[in-house]
C-alpha cells in the first residue's frame, strides 16, 4: 500500500472502500487507525510522543481537506479524503454483515450507550464512558467483551497516546481513535451538510457550531508553513 509522508505522518493512499477493506483485514491481526487533521498533524510535529502514537498506526486516514491538500502540495496526492465519522458508519455495516463485534469506549456517561442504541444490526458487546482515571478497569471490561474493533473517542491526541500505551494489553483487537464519532452516533453532535463537506468546509462549520473549537484553528497557519518548509526542504534535497 502506498504511503504519503506530511509532515513525518505516512498517511495510506486509499479511497474510503479500501479502508474499509483495511479495516476487514486489520480485525483479523489487531492494530491501530488514526485519522490526523492538520490540528493533529501540528501536534506530532511539535511533540515526539504524539508523533510515536500516531506515525506507527496500522491504518492512517487523512481526516480533513488540509491534509489532501497539503498532501498534493508535496507532490504526493491522496485519491481523496477518508473522515474517521465516514469510515466508522461503513465499517459498523460490516460489522453487522459478518458478525463482527464492537466496543464503544469515548463520551460523557450515557454517549456510547445511546451510540449503541442507534445502531441497530451492530452487535455492541460493550461500552464505557471516556472519563475514567485509570486504564486497568477499563482494559479489563474490554478483554472481557472480547470486541473485533474498539472505537476509542477520547479527543486527540488522549485517543492516540491511550491506544499506543496500551497497544500490547490489546494485542489482537483492532483499536480506532475516532475523535467526537460516538457524538454523532449518539445525535448529539450534527455534522455538515453534505454540500458543506463536499466542499471542503467540515471544519468551519464545525468552528461555527462549537466556538470552543475556534481557538484550534489558530494551528493551521503555522500547519501551512511548515508544509511549505517541508517542500522547500525536498526540493532541495532532490
Ligand atoms: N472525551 C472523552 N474523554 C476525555 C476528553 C474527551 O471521552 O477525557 C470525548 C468528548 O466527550 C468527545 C470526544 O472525546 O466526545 C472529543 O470530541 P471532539 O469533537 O473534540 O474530537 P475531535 O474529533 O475534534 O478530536
Known sequence: ?????????????????????????????????????????????????????????????????????????????????????DWLSR??????????????????????????RNCPGVTVCGVHDGYFKEDGPVLEAVREAKPDVLIVCLGAPKQELWMYRNREALSGILMAGLGGSLDVLAGHVKRAPVWIQKIGFEWL?????????????????????????QKKREKKNG
Open 1 to 85: 500500500m502506498i504511503r504519503c509522508d506530511v509532515l513525518g505522518v505516512p498517511f495510506d493512499a486509499v479511497t474510503p472502500e479500501e479502508a474499509v477493506r483495511k479495516g476487514l483485514a486489520l480485525m483479523e491481526t489487531g492494530g491501530r487507525v488514526v485519522t490526523p487533521n492538520p490540528e493533529i498533524l501540528w501536534l506530532c510535529h511539535t511533540d515526539p510522543a504524539v508523533m510515536d502514537a500516531v506515525a506507527g498506526a496500522d491504518l492512517i486516514l487523512a481526516d480533513g481537506v488540509g491534509v489532501t491538500r497539503a498532501a498534493r502540495k508535496l507532490g504526493r496526492p491522496l485519491p481523496c479524503r477518508v473522515t474517521g465519522a
Open 91 to 116: 465499517m459498523l455495516g460490516v460489522c453487522a454483515e459478518n458478525g463482527k463485534k464492537v466496543f464503544f469506549l469515548g463520551g460523557k456517561p450515557g454517549v456510547a450507550e445511546t451510540a449503541a
Open 205 to 229: 462549520y464545525r468552528a461555527l457550531r462549537q466556538p470552543s473549537r475556534v481557538k484550534r484553528l489558530f494551528v493551521i497557519p503555522k500547519f501551512l508553513r511548515a508544509v511549505a518548509k
